[in-house]
């Protein structure tokens, strides 16, 4: 598919132990690059990009790393693989749904009353369905298989799919470092790039949400999936229609990263990047309308008007609301009335979001385990003090502010909704833009060396302790769903 835009011109390859380079200078939309396309272009088979000894496969790297975190998840997830599924497979109860024909429940009833939503005497998931499309292939075979659960539901791991999109999660992470390094926007080493895929990959609430499974954390990892899909296609604006196709699929699957869609608007139309506070001249402010830009957003509009169509859809057939996924008729949950009173998303609920962000500690008490930790989560600089770093950043990227601005647009409806996350070890809400705030890091060039690693280190001991306490320990959690027990002096 040709190139909606020029890339940038690259920087100079920096020395494998030199400092990071200066920031890259873009090229001019209109002006071709035939020297970054030179320089981007694959080396002879047998042979470096240098004309040195032959190197290792592109996929190599990102197959170990999968790997690696697969194996590490999994080690924290051992009990619950071995118990065959987790407590709420709400996704293959859907599938399974569809595999009858129909769109409520193959069952009479649930096998409990957590989030499922309930109208006219069906039982209904109230959950964007993108998950459940994804497990549809697994589901089936094990429907063929007779894999059955003891109300004659059809029996599927959703525990596994969850550590699988984790693992995968990591390696789109360091395939999206790479594009920024081979782009000309990174000067980042591929030392630095495994060390920022392991802070995302265990020094993040990515590493609890990771090994549970559980309808909640699986659309968040899967969530998470289609953002970077959706980075590694709209970066430059290079590819349109599956920039648009993994937006919408994120949208079908956790409904928040579909507002990080102005980071391909703004790569569309600023291709030279968004004019800095100096800049000078009317002119740096005008976006780019071309023929070729316009084409290029139809492209990137198809898909999602086709997703948006179908998801409606299925909305208007379940619930009688093409915007109505089925949270108003979740049933035996005590927010009913809330969200009757404030909707979904209300200024009313950013105190407690933001209280549950920034604000919330471990306390001591005075018996074992002598320290607890809310049910409603830390606080996001205890958990990942390494974002810390974002606040001084040490050269000018032009993606820099697209970055922040795709993370903003994220964080605002998630801040704004009418739950914390309950039941959390940290924020997990922050999930669904911290792959953002990972990819600032990689342009910020903010040093990655001592103080970087100690708050690595840090941070993956923290949540390390989340992945192994969330649901297994009670006694050092306290709290219950209610905002009224945030704090212990509740």
């Known amino acids: 598919m040709p190139t909606a835009t020029a890339p940038p011109a690259p920087v100079s390859a ?8 200066s920031a890259p200078t873009p090229a001019p939309a209109s002006a071709p690059a035939p020297a970054a396309a030179s320089a981007r272009a694959p080396a002879p088979k047998g042979a470096s990009a240098a004309g040195g000894p032959k190197t290792a496969p592109f996929w190599r790297l990102p197959a170990l790393v999968a790997g690696v975190t697969l194996a590490v998840l999994s080690a924290f997830s051992a ?18 749904a569809w595999l ?27 959950f964007p369905p993108g998950p459940a499309v994804a497990m549809l292939p697994f589901v089936a075979l094990n429907r063929a298989l007779g894999i059955r659960n003891a109300d004659g539901s059809t029996r599927f791991n959703d525990v596994a799919f969850t550590l699988v999109l984790a693992a995968l999660n990591a390696a789109l992470l360091l395939l999206a470092l790479r594009l920024l390094r081979a782009r000309g926007y990174s000067a980042r080493t591929e030392r630095e790039d495994l060390l920022l895929v392991a802070l995302f990959a265990f020094g993040t609430v990515a590493f609890c949400c990771s ?12 969530g998470v999936t289609c953002t970077l899909l959706f980075f590694l296609a709209a970066l430059d604006a290079r590819h349109p229609a599956l920039a648009g196709l993994a937006l919408v699929v994120g949208f079908a699957t956790r409904s928040t990263v579909a507002f990080a869609g102005p980071f391909f608007l703004l790569q569309l139309l600023y291709p030279a990047g968004l004019p800095h506070p100096g800049a000078r001249g009317a002119a740096r402010f005008l976006p780019r309308l071309d023929r070729a830009a316009v084409v290029a957003l139809g492209r990137f509009a198809l898909p999602v008007a086709a997703g948006l169509a179908l998801v409606c859809w299925h909305n208007w057939a379940r619930f009688g609301d093409p915007g109505e996924f089925g949270h108003r008729w979740l049933y035996g949950i005590f927010h009913n009335r809330k969200i009757a009173t404030y909707g979904l998303l209300s200024w009313a609920y950013l105190p407690r979001n933001l209280a549950a962000a920034l604000a919330l500690v471990p306390v001591y008490v005075a018996h074992f385990p002598w320290v607890q930790v809310s049910r409603h989560g830390l606080a996001l600089w205890l958990t990942t003090p390494a974002f810390l770093l974002l606040l001084w950043p040490q050269r000018r990227s032009p993606l820099l502010l697209p970055f922040g601005l795709a993370a903003l647009c994220v964080a605002v409806p998630t801040l704004l909704y009418q739950n914390t996350g309950f039941e959390q070890f940290g924020f997990r809400f922050s999930l669904d833009f911290t792959p953002w705030l990972v990819l600032m890091l990689a342009v910020g060039a903010y040093p990655l060396r001592r103080l970087f690693v100690a708050l690595l280190v840090w941070s993956v001991l923290v949540n390390a302790v989340g992945a192994a306490t969330l649901k297994r320990a009670g006694d050092f959690y306290y709290g219950n769903a209610s905002a009224k027990t945030m704090f212990p002096t509740d």
Do not use: C, I
């Not at 009858?100 to 109230?126: E, I, S, T």
């Open 14 to 21: 920096p020395a494998p132990t030199s400092a990071p380079a």
């Open 79 to 96: 009990n619950w693989l071995t118990a065959g599924a987790s407590t709420d497979t709400h996704f293959v109860y859907q599938a399974d």
């Open 100 to 126: 009858h024909g129909q769109l409520h429940l193959a069952v009479p009833k649930p096998p409990h009353d957590n989030d499922w939503a309930f109208k006219d005497g069906r039982w209904y998931v109230g």
């Open 211 to 222: 090994v549970l499974g559980e309808v909640w954390f699986t659309a968040q990892v899967m």
